[in-house]
């Protein structure tokens, strides 16, 4: 009696779950098996297809691999050379520079300059100025890079500053670029989440705490959240069947569900039983396609050699390589945090310490991106929440949100460039300065995204990844 | 055919969102012909406010060619100022002119902004001027009008109001829905639980006419309708067990998710349930429970991230404060005047500020520094009233206990002679230079012992030279003391007066030679710090740490958290007995590396002694004394001989009984004192002064000073000569002068009851809110429950027992096409249950739910690992024990950065800002968590076992599983499915007996001894089948 013509409760669950033809349409398998009424097409599971479809303009890459250097890279022992710095030394910092500026843990102390603590080479064809403390992102990559010295943030804790950096704003509740970008544009693969973030942890910084906020979808809806892959234990969260009972049987356990959910479907026209009995079926997937991903055993000898990484020990270096792999199988964000950075003391063994960690991992993936013709359409991103002081913190270096550098790769932007400049002291940014949400315009730029048309409605707000404030794409950057 | 069938598909993915998520920006009138009236409320505002108003709004700073369209002179012009509009001619009306204009610099809205009028909009425009250009203020601003209807009750009314708008729009109702369904709706909606097997066979008995009532009344008077409604008022008021930034360490509030179960519970009218949480302090003589509820000021996020600058924070958490109670109570979204008069409202920045400055008095801190000890400002505790009986006695018996340890007597004076003759003499050691090497200055104290002040580094680095030194030592004394100008009084420099030690090196030098370390040993200290030693390898902070070379760790160290502010020291020894000769040079290094930064000493003195070994710290008594012994007695002064005697007691053999007595019970007081919770309450002091903040800066001391007052936009200008304050806030948000805070509560109830609000814009009912599908019921329900005292039972339950309530949720394929989003009800609403109870379900259909009410919060099962990324300090979760396992989901410990993952995959909000509408998705993740968490699994065996002792044949137990988990008998064909599942199983576990075990072991309830494992095992897979059923986890 609950029984509706198939077509009509096939039509309203289209309708109302207003997912775009072609790839949503359910497969003819799970039409048959399932009971749901069949359709013309034969792609498989439902699938989100963004909602910037067709694109604003013509995409320059289709993904991000964002390198997070968690708790402050300290930008003058890096990528910021600053001679100046260097010979002042020890003597304190003009007032005029430090005037009416936010302090964090250098609140009522004595000012002190601090020069660099590592000597500075030209890398490349391009001669990019880079700290020796990265030999290999130097001699491999430096041709590649398109350094920034002129970002600015607005927050300088650790927190704050994080979701600042991951969502445009510091209050709490939105969603990160990775969820904005899923909103967007779907992602390519459909058998592993489209946002996925791991996080590594090193042995010299202060190993400051990584809030899940950092991606999560805010007010978006759940789908879009990031996915955290794990080191240990379930490389995602309840991926692993229960104890006792095997693959065959956890598949016939999903088929008695999709089967009852059939009938179900068809006694009631209700669309979220459709999407139900879809949501099982990948659910499903994933727990292949998630083992399989985080299994390198089959990666050549010469792969493990370039990331210095056999892989699987939770390394940035075996991150770098599982990045690479979620980008070969269609994931559009991946975020990787290397939790070390945070050097309030002795920033001069500490930043050569962290670098170690991090140096071949970042130029393997460059490499590894480069040799599989991946890079041009692939976006690295490479830096902080906020860089460190000039200053001297003990002999070590402070929070610092008024000049830092990031620096990408590939997805069209500029190869072999410099841009921008802080001041002499490496304290602000003066030349070509650029805000975290230029940052954002420009990478969804790059996907095809016009930011300022990129909208979600959120308490009455047409609420934006880049905020209210002005921003800009930064067109230099870009090829 | 075809060709139609995928233009509407096609059409519908054009305004596409996520599959499984409703549309929820989806207007009601966008098809079918225009209305013959036009409103400005309902059909003009919302294009305006979309379109216009940005440029052409509230806002000021933003407004264009002074030109407004929100405002009746804006739109009609003055005296002075031309209107927007002729009333009548819209070719003569400028604003329809820019619509219709082909000329770029004249088109309205310009091509920059993105915006872009449909047709139909312009053809509303065109008929509202055609037919005056009437406007109306914004209706949620609007007094609630209070319809005249005598006589019918309120579930008539809105049956009445709801029919009306049915007709208008030519739907038919839907019949009533049947029994079973309704049940476990009003199960659902109301205590959120599903209703037991019997409680479905005796409702279908029940032939009386007031059947329904009966079963709505039982529902109301249940203990877990309070549990029900706070899971939706936590979210507003943002309550967790966390305080959300940086470390996310763990606050004390589970008193104020209690109050809030049992205000709900006693239907505590809605105002008084107001005032006691945003001014309950401020209530005359507050009693505990106004108190408890005053936390509500308290619930937002805080901080301990050293290098927070206290002003910043303060501001911050002031202006969360803001957009909590403006959200919570008002439906504004007055948090987006912070930086700028709002776009949309009549909300200026002056607004928010002066709402702000409500919250000013509430007393607290920008940087809760050193707070991992739970210390987060003002808070009580809450015994119950045995507790606080209980406490009085130990109270007595230990104060009677501490009478005769404090009675001298000629035994115990002879014998503290005899012990004062045995003391160890220590030489104090004056160093000859002392360098920090992060930027401190060390300078002696007054009485020798070095002081630490100036920069305090993330780590340290001293290191003392010594030339003056005695001619032989046994052992280096290390005492930490007191100093006031440290923080906490010391000893050390962390905010809460600790220090780690890393590690103590002393090397030696003789003339010439080169400089050796000197071997140390058998390190002791008069305290180790037992607190946080999560991950401490030696379980707690051993001062044998200190001398280990950092074998286990550079961080790990000596520290004495609960005893700041007293001194302490540590004795080490040396391994050999140390000659030092004229002309050595001694050198302590003191490494001070833990993560946590600044925990360095703050104040200190080596000594040394020359007894031969074992010298322990034990052996001699605390530092303060040290003075006072080394006094000959018949030098010391009056209270040197009260100290040294009193101290002597806690020592004396002779009272080794009467001390065993104490301790015992000052154990016991410790215990039930540690076991009552406490809650953050909030108090208040002089209130900080307010300051307009440009642009939001919280740098720019330049702005205007304010004093409290409502939104202009809703009230009268204060009077000169009175300063409101939080109670007076409290007030208003609860009289009749304020039109949003009934509506707001209805239309939010109304969610809960169908599935969307009448407004469906929870969280905003400004002017880019949805103009409601039912003003009138809206405002009807509003005025209701404030004319009858808030009364919430009441209204509920003529909502629930109106027939709109009780329509099947089955929908014809004519009215879903014409009403997708079912804005005129003409049938109920079908949803997924809300995160908590989805878990709820499971537990009580596997009867594993404990159904106790309150309490402190619980950790179910949660993957390990998951909190590997919180620090300061690192934690790992612990679930729970017995019960607390199998409580309802809100208690489960409320992680703010990290929220249990099952929760959180189920839409739960983290609860770090005002959450008034939780999202429903349908995601993988969630299949994942239904299949695996261990929650489920051991459910679903709980399940198996209650199911398998059921007499009868297979389909007789399939029939009772349905029955249990989806209220209904099983059918022919969904029988099949499972036998086939079941048999092969059984068949399965047999051959692999060991799989049936493990799968049987999931989870701490022992699995039954007396029932046979593989059909244990197979039915568990049934049970787990039935559990992820999408039936089963949706309220229908």
Known sequence: MFSLPPQIARRSFLRNSGVSLGSMALSSMLNQQYGLAKDATQQDVPHWNGVVNPPHFEPKAKRIIWLYMAGGMTHIDTFDNKPKLAELHGKPMPESVTKGQQIAQLQGAQLNCFGPQHAFKQYGQSGQSISEIW?????????????????????????????????????????????????????????????????????????????????????????????????????????????????????????????????????????????????????????????????????????????????????????????????????????????????????????????????????????DLKQRDMLKDTIIVFGSEFGRTPMAQGNGRDHHLAGFTMWFAGGGFKPGMSYGNTDEFGYHAVENRVSVHDVHATLLHQMGIDHSRFTYKFQGLDSKLTGVEEANVVKDLLV | MHSTFFKTVLLAAAVSVPFGVPHADAQTSDSGPLPDVIEFNR?????????????????????????????????????????????????DSELFQRIMSTEDDKKMPPASSGKVLGERDVQLLKKWIEQ???????????PVRSPARSGDSVSATIDQLVHQSLTEHKLP???????????????????????????????????????????????????????????????????????????????????????????????????????????????????????????YNRLGMMSAEGGVQDKEYLAKYIAERVRNASGTWLGI????????????????????????????????????SGADDGNWGSF???????????????????????KVLETETAELIAAQADWEKSQIPWTPLAPDSMVSLGGAKLSPRADGAILVTENNGATDTYTLTLTKLPAAVTAFRLEVLPDDSLPNKGPGRAGNGNFVLSELIIKIKQSEQEAATVPLQNATATYEQTGAADGN???????EAAIDGDAKGAKWGWAIMEQAGRPNYAVFETAADLTLPEGTTLTITMTQNLDNPGHNVGCFRFSVATEPRPIKASDSPPANLLAILATPADQRNEAQKTELAAYYRTVAPLLNPIREQLAALEKQRNDLNASIPSTLVTEAVAPRMVRILKRGNWMDDTGEVVTPAFPSALAAEPPADKVLNRLDLA????????????RVIMNRLWKMYFGAGLSRKLDDLGAQGEWPSHPELLDFLADDLRTHDWDLKRTIKSIVLSQTYRQSSLVSPDVREVDPYNRWLAHQGRFRLDAELVRDNALAVSGLLVKSIGGKSVNPYQPAGYWAYLNFPTREWQNSTGESLYRRGLYTHWQRQYLHPSLLAFDAPSREECTADRPRSNTPLQSLVLLNDPSYVEAARAFAEMILRQEGSTRDRLNFAFQRAVSRPIQDDEAAVLEELLNNHIAEYIASAAAAVELLKVGEKPAAGDLPTPEMAAWTSVARTILNLHETITRN
């Not at chain 1, 007010?219 to 959240?225: A, C, I, R, V, Y």
């Not at chain 1, 290397?338 to 063994?349: L, M, N, S, T």
């Not at chain 2, 009437?134 to 209706?139: A, L, P, S």
């Not at chain 2, 930086?339 to 008095?361: G, S, V």
């Open chain 1, 135 to 367: 030999p290999m992102l130097g001699e491999k990559c430096a041709d590649d890079m398109c350094i920034v010295r002129s970002l600015h943030t607005d927050a300088i804790n650790h927190d704050p500053a994080h979701t600042f950096m991951n969502t445009g704003t510091m209050i709490a509740g939105r969603p990160a670029m990775g969820s904005w970008l899923l909103y967007g544009l779907g992602a390519e693969s459909q058998s592993l989440p489209g946002f996925v973030v791991m996080v590594s942890t090193g042995n010299y910084g202060q190993r400051q705490p990584i809030a899940a906020r950092q991606w999560h979808s805010g007010f978006l809806p759940g789908q879009f959240q990031g996915v955290e892959f794990r080191g240990t234990g379930d490389p995602v969260l309840y991926v692993g069947n229960p104890k006792g009972v095997n693959s065959k049987q956890q598949r016939d356990v999903v088929d008695a569900v999709q089967r009852l959910n059939g009938l179900a479907n068809t006694r009631y026209d209700d669309p979220e039983i459709a999407t139900r009995i879809s949501q099982y079926e990948l659910a499903f997937r994933m727990q292949s396609s998630v083992p399989e991903l985080m299994d390198v055993s089959n990666e050549p000898q010469h792969i493990f050699d370039l990331y210095g990484s056999k892989g699987g020990d939770g390394s940035f270096a075996s991150n770098c390589l599982l990045a690479r792999r979620l980008a070969e199988r269609g994931t559009r964000f991946i975020q990787l945090y290397h939790r070390d950075w945070d050097h309030h003391g002795a920033v001069k063994e500490h930043s050569a310490g962290t670098a170690k960690e991090v140096d071949q991992g970042v130029a393997a993936l460059i490499t």
């Open chain 2, 43 to 91: 059909d003009i505002r919302p294009i305006l406010s979309e379109n216009c108003y940005f440029c052409h709004g509230p806002d000021k700073n933003k407004r264009e060619a002074d030109l407004r369209l929100d405002t009746k002179d804006g739109l009609h012009g003055t005296d002075a100022h031309h209107g927007a509009l002729v009333a009548g001619k819209p070719d």
């Open chain 2, 132 to 142: 005056g250009g009437q406007f109306e203020g914004h209706w949620a601003f609007l």
């Open chain 2, 173 to 295: 109702a839907s019949v009533e829905a049947d029994r079973i369904t309704l049940l476990r709706r009003l199960s659902f909606d109301l205590i959120g639980l599903p209703p037991t097997e019997i409680e479905v066979a005796a409702f279908l008995a029940d032939k009386a006419p007031d059947a329904v009532e009966k079963q709505v009344d039982r529902l109301l008077q249940s203990p877990h309708f309070g549990e029900r409604l706070a899971m939706w008022w936590l979210d507003l008021v943002r309550y967790a067990d966390t305080v959300g930034y940086h470390g996310d360490q763990p606050m004390s509030v589970s008193p104020f998710r209690q109050y809030v179960i049992e205000s709900f519970n006693a239907n505590k009218p809605f105002d008084q349930f107001t005032v006691e949480q945003l001014a309950g302090d401020l209530l005359l003589e507050p009693t505990q429970e106004q108190r408890i509820a005053s936390g």
């Open chain 2, 333 to 368: 979204t007055l948090g987006c005047a912070e930086c700028h008069d709002h776009k949309f409202d009549p909300l200026t920045a002056k607004d928010f500020y002066r709402f702000q400055a409500f919250f000013a008095d509430i007393k607290e801190r920008g940087l809760y």
């Open chain 2, 380 to 402: 009580i505790k809450v015994p119950t009233a045995p507790q606080t009986a209980q406490l009085v006695s130990f109270d007595e018996q230990i104060a009677a206990t501490k």
């Open chain 2, 537 to 543: 390898p030696y379980g707690k902070w051993s001062v």
């Open chain 2, 731 to 742: 007030k208003w948000i609860v009289s009749p002068e304020n039109p949003l805070t009934s």
